[in-house]
């Protein structure tokens, strides 16, 4: 199990990012917990426990960690399939037949807009991003509290990103496995799928698409 952390750990240190990786600033309490979490999984600790709030924290650092570190490995995920993601490959963002998304950001797309999965994508990572980077939703300063729409933001948050996974496992599987990051990617995704349960973070209606191989590999 250790030696599969390991691999785990290598794999999502590459730098071959969708978009760039967001990082916490050291000495910050949320550095300390990342790195807490992240020595957690990468020793091979049962990922049902590796997601339990550690005792004294706050469940919004909590959150907010994996709601960054998520960000990254599923932009991370993304990259290694994007080349065959495209426009043509790809002309919806779909998890086959029965799942369709459409994009609306309220701002250039206000109303929700059918578009190629790679746009699709696109614009979520960048929507994703700017939530991240937006302080009055994910406070930086020690003693500044969370704003009262805080869990909303990160239920919608992880919300999209889980259709990242959605369209790889249904679309893109194939070439996780000829690259070998199969166990990588199921990994990432329980740990993704434990966290997100744990604290009713997606609903169980968003969860459907991956229903099957959840209860395959999850449980």
Known sequence: MAAKASAFAQFFSKDKTFRPKKRFDVGTMKYSLHKQANASLNAGIDLK????????????DWIAVHVVDFFNRINLLY????????EQSCPTMSGGPRYEYHWCDGD????????????????????????????????????????KNYLQSCK??????FRVFVHVYIHHFDKLVAIGAEAHINTCYKHFYYFVTEYNLVDKKELEPLRDMTERICH
Do not use: H
């Not at 919608?156 to 990103?161: A, P």
């Open 49 to 60: 426990e590796v997601v339990k709030l550690p005792p004294g924290e706050d469940v919004n």
């Open 79 to 86: 990259g290694t399939v994007c080349e065959n993601c495209t």
């Open 108 to 147: 250039k797309y206000k109303r929700p807009t059918a578009l190629p999965a790679p746009q699709y994508i696109s614009l979520l990572m960048e929507w994703a991003e700017s939530q991240i980077n937006n302080e009055n939703i994910f406070p930086v300063t020690v003693g500044v509290p969370f704003p």
């Open 156 to 161: 919608k948050i992880l919300t999209r990103l």
